[in-house]
């Protein structure tokens, strides 16, 4: 009798409780310790770049915000800007300014968003109510700004949306809000910093070392948590008046990973204050020219999840041909792959949510028959 | 008797359905929400579940996998009958060996549970990985499978500090019998008594796989593990199982560590055993709250140290410290 040599697999998905997203993870492993693992996703493709193929460019905008809930602003904003640097318009100093005031609140929420569901993928259901809890009034903010939680549509081309240009009132709601917050936020970092508990499962689990991450294009706070400082901001001209720090740990662990944004949060608070103070009089929106039958252009943004990428190009008839989106899933799902190896199965799930990844965003349409690859085409994605 | 029984027996149940609804209700305080009230997690979530519509059990052998959680149940009963004085005496079962007898019993089911359910959950995708690139195929394992080996586990090792604050008590008293125990003076009482309790509440959350130690069951990886595929009765019977267990081994607690038996012949003293019998329940809730689930690395040490203690208070007691 010959011995079954093959590795010990443990499938998680297409459907998992602690991670909503249409995935699958395949952990080999010997006894609970992780050797091996495969992330598939691209389970639930919404054909979004194929919708995007020669519809009118304003039209395409309003898809792209769609592509992700937690981080709409900035998918909408690099849209925006890739048009913008195609077309080469200009935009008024005070709506650049509001972009970045919407950017950095939804970073803020989006990364209390990841630390509540740390702490669930934890089992730490208390320390996830508070987490929830602080990000409330964020969104509340947020709505008040934009008149919306989730979509905000506030950049247009040429500016921002008149609707979305902040009257004094709404401004004076912020620092009393970004006052309670800190000091919440501060209160609750120290509470789970000093829990025994907590720390004996996040220090030292899940290592991405430094060359691993850097090989495989880690991006975002996955990236700056093994010492790689990673920011699109420090390439973005809309930051070059603004002062704060870029947050690079060298713990390469889960728990830097989630110290990296809860860090971060303070920075962005900093970026919001600097802007109620500084934001310039002036017009929010100028008339644009629209021009067509442009360059291929690209931008890079600091999405909340990392470095997150658009280009495009627009046709003589102004239409939106080649769109193309790397969110920053995508460089850093390798990363998650190395990451999970050597640690505990219940670590594992830790580590790969501990990067944050957003996987409904990143779906591509790739079909396999008969071992051979092809991408769906526009029809087919419209049928299915 | 068979009314004393029967008595014993309900005020089982029906504690067991409190400390469901209490448990829920100290998270959601702790948590800053009103959450469910009292009876919703325990009687109205059973009684929602007797009238679900039947569901098919994903298993090789159905019969025994349902009929597992029923032997689980009843030798948490039997513990619980036990340890009242109608049963002192009869088949030897009222003593340190009964009731570690007992206990292995349901703790044992929780490995053949697992090793018999099969839910969709980890069941994979009915094709091969035919992705260039796909890692070759290897020996599935369903989360039951994970879920029976650290049962399994659980049983070898994380067990330990149980049984050892368990039989200090005994040890103090200089017999296996629990008539004994109760005629001692409340081991509780002496600092070794105070620090083998704290090792039986360790214990007690391991037993009762309340979190930090629900490694065989947490919902971030494994999700409900041996338990997943009890649905409608049997999943309000795996509910009243795990209130059972909660009040059991705090019950068993009372009467072993204070000397206060479970005696529904006399009123004060019910009384008395049911308020004491809520503080190892009360607090395994503000423990679970404030906890993360506990991986193997963490288990392995603290389930070592609490052995050790536990030893310690185990000599003590049986020097008469």
Redesign the interface.
Same mark, same amino acid.
């Given at each position: 009798m010959t011995e079954?040599r093959?590795?010990?697999?443990?499938?998680?998905g297409?459907?998992?409780?602690?991670f909503i997203e249409p995935f699958?993870v395949?952990f080999?492993?010997e006894?609970?310790t992780v050797v091996?693992c495969?992330i598939?996703y691209n389970a639930a493709h919404r054909g979004i770049e194929q919708l995007l193929e020669g519809i009118p460019v304003k039209k395409a905008h309003m898809i792209v915000e769609k592509v992700c809930g937690l981080c709409s602003h900035f998918h909408l904003w690099n849209s925006i800007r890739v048009t913008e640097k195609a077309m080469d318009l200009e935009v008024p100093q005070r709506a650049e300014y509001i972009r970045v005031l919407v950017a950095e609140l939804e970073r803020i929420h989006s990364h209390l968003f990841f630390l509540a569901h740390g702490?669930?993928?934890?089992?730490?259901?208390?320390y996830t109510?508070?987490a929830f809890?602080l990000r409330e009034p964020v969104m509340r903010v947020l709505y008040e700004l934009t008149g919306n939680r989730v979509h905000y549509a506030v950049p247009a081309l040429g500016g921002v949306r008149p609707r979305t240009d902040p009257t004094k009132d709404t401004l004076a709601k912020i620092s009393p809000m970004l006052k309670t917050l800190e000091r919440d936020l501060k209160a609750f970092v120290e509470r789970v910093t000093t829990?025994p %508990?907590?720390m004996?499962?996040i220090t030292g689990a899940g290592i991405l070392d430094k060359k691993t991450a850097d090989e495989f294009y880690a991006v975002g706070p996955t990236a700056r948590a093994s010492g790689i400082n990673n920011d699109a901001r420090q390439q973005m001209h809309e930051y070059d008046e603004l002062n704060f720090k870029y947050i690079v740990l060298k713990g390469c662990d889960t728990k830097d990973r989630i110290l990296v944004r809860g860090l971060e949060l303070f920075e962005s608070m900093n970026i919001v204050r600097q802007i109620l103070d500084e934001l310039p009089a002036g017009e929010v929106h100028i008339p644009v020219k629209m021009r067509f039958d442009t360059q291929m252009a690209s931008t890079y943004i600091e999405a909340p999840r990392g470095e997150l990428f658009h280009s495009m190009k627009v046709d003589s008839q102004g239409r939106v041909r080649n769109y193309r989106i790397r969110t920053p899933t995508p460089p850093n799902l390798a990363c998650m792959e190395k990451a999970v190896v050597g640690g505990? %199965?219940?670590?594992?799930? %830790?580590t790969i949510i501990s990067c944050d990844p957003c996987l409904s965003c990143s779906s591509r349409a790739?079909v396999?028959e008969d071992?051979k690859?092809r991408l769906m085409d526009f029809m087919k994605v419209r049928r299915c | 008797m068979l009314a004393e029984t029967l008595a014993v027996l309900f005020i089982g149940a029906g504690m067991s359905v409190l400390i469901l609804g209490l448990e829920r209700k100290i998270?959601a305080r702790?948590?800053?929400?009103c959450g469910p009230s009292v009876s919703m997690p325990g009687l109205w979530s059973m009684l929602k579940f007797m009238y679900k519509e039947p569901a098919r059990i994903d298993s090789p052998n159905p019969g025994f996998y349902g009929l597992l959680l029923v032997a689980a149940t009843a030798s948490i009963l039997s513990v619980l009958a036990f340890s009242t004085p109608p049963w002192y005496g009869i088949l030897g079962f009222s003593s340190l060996l009964g009731l570690v007898g007992l206990l292995k019993v349901e703790e044992v089911a929780y490995v053949f549970m697992g090793s018999l359910s099969r839910s969709v959950?980890?069941a994979?995708?009915p094709y091969p990985?035919?992705?260039?690139g796909?890692?070759?195929?290897?020996?599935?394992?369903f989360?039951e499978d +994970?879920a029976a080996?650290?049962a399994l586990k659980m049983i070898t090792l994380g067990s330990f500090p149980f049984y050892v604050a368990m039989a200090v008590p005994f040890a103090a008293a200089k017999s296996l019998e629990i008539a004994a125990v109760t005629r001692a003076p409340p081991t509780l009482y002496t600092v070794y008594g105070l620090l083998s309790a704290f090792v039986y509440f360790i214990g007690y959350n391991i037993i009762a796989n309340n979190?930090?130690f629900?490694?065989i069951k947490?919902? +971030?990886?494994?999700?409900e593990g041996p338990m997943m595929e009890y649905a409608q009765a049997w999943r309000a019977l795996s509910y009243l199982m795990r209130g059972l267990v909660l009040f059991t081994l705090s019950s068993v607690f009372v009467t072993l560590y204070l000397g206060i038996p479970l005696d529904v012949t006399d009123a004060n003293a019910t009384a008395l055993h049911l308020i004491l019998a809520m503080a190892l329940p009360v607090l395994a809730s503000v423990l679970r709250?404030?906890?993360? +689930?506990?991986?193997?690395?963490?288990i392995y040490p603290i389930s070592l140290a609490s052995t050790l203690l536990g030893i310690l208070c185990l000599a003590l007691g049986a020097g008469g410290a």
């Open positions: 079954d093959r590795p010990v697999e443990v499938d998680v297409t459907v998992h409780p602690v699958r395949r080999f492993v006894d609970e091996d495969e598939t702490c669930e993928t934890l089992g730490q259901e208390t109510y508070r809890a829990d %508990l907590v004996s499962r505990e %199965l219940t670590d594992a799930m %830790l790739v396999v071992g690859e | 998270h702790i948590q800053r929400r959950m980890s994979g995708m990985d035919l992705i260039r796909s890692k070759g195929a290897g020996i599935r394992y989360f +994970v080996t650290r979190r930090p629900d490694i947490p919902k +971030v990886d494994i999700i709250a404030f906890s993360p +689930v506990l991986t193997f690395r963490q």
